[in-house]
């Protein structure tokens, strides 16, 4: 199959959204990375996605709307809770998904065998203009190769998918640069899955309690059961092995510039690059999540690009405001490993 790359003029997106109505896949932009689409309400067109991706059958997926009122347009969920309604008023549409008890339309394909489904409605409006396009929702995991970083450009996309999904929209690099922030109210208190760019300080200063999902910040416990599913496998790892190192930012530096042998590289913020010997990748400024968040999966990828490196050192971030959703992202990219640099 041949994958075509389209601009995002309104024909090509009127050509895309008739391929997913045709039970086809397409590479979707949105603002925090970049999709692969299906039709949501077609379990044959969305069994393509895992396939395409090598992804596990039992990770559920994300259903993306144009608007709110898609969900009672659609039939989506069993019942919409007052604290959906809150948290849509002020967040949606933005990088937020809400999981909510499942409707009897939603294909077991798409939440795995869950009663429950994940939904979200993007900002960007490519995204939005794809999904009245198509004229129905789409169920959309991120555009990888199931394991990798997630990708935040349409070159990205291509380069993980050309040959196995009919089309790709670009729609220019992902604002955030990391996947949507995810919380659960299907439970008695609202849970946060997966940290974004919608903070845990928000969710707590809209709905009140708002309990931490324990595999958001830990490894998961191998005999309990994953709240979400996707926590529990090997995420945004480049061919180099990350190590995240936890000091001062001198032990840093000397740290790493112990390391020097022409295969280290430092995944640093701006502030390093003069003191540092060995290849740099700046994710931003050291105070501002946002650009780290935005740069980081675009700098995993180029660490291995570039080649020849093995090891690639990293600082583990502060968890406050958009720190949590890098932490969360850079420990799981580190397969857990966090050397602490005041006990060496
Ligand atoms: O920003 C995003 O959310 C991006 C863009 C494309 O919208 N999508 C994305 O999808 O990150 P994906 O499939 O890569 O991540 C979805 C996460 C997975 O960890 C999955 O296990 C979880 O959400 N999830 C989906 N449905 C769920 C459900 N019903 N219950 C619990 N977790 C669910
Ligand atoms: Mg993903």
Redesign the pocket.
């Known amino acids: 199959m041949q994958t075509l790359l389209l601009d995002s003029t309104q024909e090509n997106i009127n050509k895309a959204g008739e391929i997913l109505r045709n039970g086809g896949l397409v590479g ?1 932009p ?1 603002e ?4 692969l689409a299906a039709d949501a309400l077609n379990g044959k067109a969305v069994a393509k996605i895992f396939k395409a991706k090598g992804r596990p059958m039992d ?4 259903v ?1 709307i144009a608007e709110f009122g898609d969900i009672e347009k659609f039939g989506l969920v069993a019942e919409i809770p007052q604290k959906a309604k809150i948290l849509a008023e002020k967040f949606m549409p933005g ?1 937020l ?1 809400i ?1 909510m008890k499942k409707s009897e339309i939603i294909p077991d394909e798409v ?1 795995a065998g ?1 009663e ?3 939904i ?1 409605c ?1 900002s960007h409006p490519v995204a939005r203009a794809l999904i009245k396009a198509a004229n129905t929702p789409l169920a ?4 990888n190769i199931s394991g990798s970083p ?1 990708p935040t450009t349409a070159t990205h996309v291509m380069n993980d998918m050309n040959g196995k999904i009919e089309a790709i929209i670009d729609g220019g690099a992902s604002e955030v640069g990391v ?2 922030t ?1 919380i ?1 109210l299907a439970g008695e208190v609202p849970c946060l ?2 940290p ?1 760019g919608i903070t845990l300080e928000q969710l707590r200063d809209t709905i009140g309690e708002v309990e931490l999902n324990k595999a958001v910040l830990d490894k998961l416990d191998p005999n309990q059961k994953a ?5 529990k496998y090997k995420h945004y790892s480049p061919k180099a092995r990350v190590i995240l190192l936890k000091g001062t930012d001198e032990e840093y530096i000397n740290y790493v510039n112990s390391k020097d042998d022409g295969k280290t590289a430092a995944l640093c913020c701006d502030e390093d690059i003069a003191q540092l010997k060995v290849k740099t990748f700046s994710l931003g400024k050291r105070q501002d999540y946002a650009q780290q968040a935005h740069r980081l999966f675009d700098m995993l990828r180029e660490v291995d690009e570039v080649g020849g490196i093995d090891t690639a050192y990293s600082r583990l971030p502060s968890c406050d405001g958009v720190g949590m959703a890098l932490y969360n992202r850079l420990i799981r990219a580190a397969g857990y490993e966090v050397i602490d640099l005041e006990k060496i």
């Open positions: 979707m949105t925090t990375v970049y999709g990770n559920p997926l994300i993306h990088p998904t999981i939440s869950l429950t489904v994940a979200r993007p959309a995991p991120s555009a997630s996947e949507s995810v659960t899955l997966r974004g709240a979400s599913p996707g926590m």
